[in-house]
């Protein structure tokens, strides 16, 4: 088993920064794959950016290259996700996710999942 504590959401106002980080703890593997989801209210769970255990694998959605910048942690064993230039529509409630082998960016492909922090971006 997984287990992800994700923490650092918070309320931020446009054009501002945040960092999430999600601290990653029990059976865990070279070969696992990291990522950020966000789902936003009435909206389906969206693939944000996923790292590779080792941290020379990224991947972003579209949207979110140039502002977001996913890295690992070592120290806290940890997934980092920096968010800059945010904008109203990044407000989401943002997860993080783990799975075994592949980078991908379906939400139904990752094994275990944080319980998710909530990010809000005011105009």
């Known amino acids: 088993q997984v287990q992800l504590v994700e923490s650092g959401g918070g309320l931020v106002q446009a054009g501002g920064s945040l960092g999430l980080s999600c601290v990653v703890s029990?059976?865990?593997?070279?070969?696992?794959?990291l990522a950020w989801f966000r789902q936003a209210p009435g909206k389906e769970r969206e693939f944000v950016a996923a790292?590779?255990?080792?941290?020379?694998?990224?991947r972003y959605a579209e949207s979110m290259k140039g502002r977001f910048i996913i890295s690992r942690d070592y120290a806290k064993n940890a997934v980092a996700l920096q968010m800059n230039s945010l904008k109203p529509e990044d407000t989401a409630v943002y997860y993080c996710?783990?799975?075994?082998?592949?980078?991908?960016?379906?939400?139904?492909?990752?094994?275990?999942w944080g319980q998710g922090t909530q990010v809000t971006v005011s105009s």
């Open positions: 996710a783990a799975r075994l082998f592949l980078l991908t960016t379906t939400p139904h492909d990752y094994d275990y």
């Open positions: 029990g059976r865990t593997f070279s070969n696992y794959y």
């Open positions: 790292i590779s255990w080792s941290g020379d694998r990224t």
